[in-house]
C-alpha cells in the first residue's frame, strides 16, 4: 500500500504538467485569431534547454518573412513580445531569446521566468507531443495542430 502511495505521489506532478501544457486547446479553433495562442511544430527540445522548432503558425511566418527594418530573428522577438503583452504579461526577456536560426525558429526555456503574467514567472511545461509556454504558446513536437 505504501508503494502505491509513493508512486502515485511521484507521478501526480506529471499529470498536472501535462494537463498545464494542454491547457486551453478545448474547441472548435483554439488558435483562430485573437484567441492570444500561437503555435510551433516540428520542435524538440536540444540541451535541456532550448526548443527549436521548422515551422509555425502563419502569422509568425508571415512577420519574420517581413521583418521591416530589422531581422527576422528581431520581428519573431518582436510578435512575440506583443502576444504575450497584449494579454497583460510583462516580457523582459534578453533581445535573443526568441531566434531564427536559418530554418529553425527558436526559444531559450530559461528567459521564461522573465515573461509574468498576473504576477508569475512563466516556465515551459510539458504533456504528450507537445510543450507549453503559459497557455499561450504552444510547441508541438509533430506535425502542426488540426
Not at 506529471?14 to 485569431?33: I, M, N, R, V
Not at 492570444?36 to 502563419?58: D, H, I, M, P
Request: charged share 15%; proline share 7%.
Amino acid at each position: 500500500m505504501r508503494a502505491v502511495v509513493v508512486l502515485v505521489a511521484a507521478l501526480f506532478p506529471l499529470a498536472l504538467a501535462s494537463a498545464q501544457a494542454q491547457e486551453g486547446l478545448t474547441g472548435a479553433d483554439p488558435f483562430k485569431p485573437g484567441a492570444g495562442r500561437t503555435w510551433f511544430s516540428s520542435c524538440e527540445l536540444q540541451a535541456g534547454r532550448y526548443v527549436s522548432c521548422k515551422n509555425a503558425a502563419r502569422p509568425i511566418l508571415e512577420a519574420i518573412a517581413n521583418p521591416g527594418k530589422g531581422t527576422a530573428g528581431e520581428a519573431l522577438q518582436a510578435f512575440m513580445r506583443d502576444l504575450f503583452v497584449s494579454k497583460g504579461c510583462t516580457f523582459e526577456v534578453p533581445e535573443d531569446s526568441f531566434r531564427v536560426n536559418g530554418i529553425f525558429l527558436s526559444f531559450d526555456s530559461h528567459a521564461a521566468e522573465k515573461i509574468r503574467c498576473y504576477g508569475h514567472p512563466s516556465k515551459l511545461t510539458f504533456g504528450p507531443g507537445v510543450m507549453a509556454l503559459t497557455g499561450s504558446v504552444y510547441f508541438f513536437m509533430g506535425g502542426p495542430p488540426e
